[in-house]
Nanobody
């Protein structure tokens, strides 16, 4: 069983920055780490992903240019830097890991999930 633990959420004002962290208990060369979010009354949506090997990154159009995903292979950690926050970024943010994904970044393609961390942005 792979365990993921997110941290770093909180309350921010529009225009502020936050950094989310995710510790994952197990990775592999074939792993893809992803961040998703779910706002109240909405479906979970893809935010960003990074290949554990090679570091290729993927972003949702809504966060491109504002959010940055990165990883530290030595610490088994993944980060999501959230800049220029907007009220519509308010959601629970989830870290996830999947294997042999290719370019598929749908939530169903990821195998293990963290419990989530709340990000609330006030306008």
């Amino acid at each position: 069983q792979v365990q993921l633990v997110e941290s770093g959420g909180g309350l921010a004002q529009a225009g502020d920055s936050l950094r989310l962290s995710c510790t994952v208990s197990l990775t592999s060369s074939w792993a893809t780490m992803g961040w998703f979010r779910q706002a109240p009354g909405k479906e979970r949506e893809f935010v960003a992903a990074i290949k554990w090997t090679g570091g290729d990154t993927y972003y949702a159009d809504s966060v491109k240019g504002r959010f940055t995903i990165s990883r530290d292979n030595t610490k088994n950690m993944v980060y999501l830097q959230l800049n220029s926050l907007k009220a519509e970024d308010t959601a629970v943010y989830y870290c996830a890991v999947g294997f042999f994904l290719g370019a598929r970044m749908t939530s169903g393609a990821f195998d293990y999930w963290g419990q989530g961390t709340q990000v609330t942005v006030s306008s």
